[in-house]
């Protein structure tokens, strides 16, 4: 089943992206800072997400843990 279609799998793609975008903006920020407009747009505030919400992304990525082990 696609991505889009299961609930659960749309929020471990944006999670992963979320993370994903963040370790690159901390690795390489020029590579993620240059692309601030149009659909690289989206990685940039994915990396602005992750950084201003990091708590909260982390709570997200260890309950979507639990719950793709439990279930």
């Known amino acids: 089943m696609s ?3 299961n609930f659960q799998s749309l ?3 944006i999670l992963l992206t979320i993370c994903t ?12 800072d240059r692309n601030k407009t149009g659909v690289m747009g989206l ?6 997400i992750g950084e201003r919400l990091s708590p909260y ?4 990525c260890i309950v979507m843990a639990f719950q ?4």
């Open 43 to 48: 990685f940039w505030k994915s990396a602005r």
């Open 21 to 32: 975008c963040t370790y690159l903006r901390a690795q390489a920020p020029a590579l993620i």
């Open 68 to 71: 793709l082990i439990m279930y």
């Open 11 to 13: 929020m471990l793609v």
């Open 57 to 60: 992304v982390a709570i997200a």
């Open 3 to 5: 991505a889009l279609f």
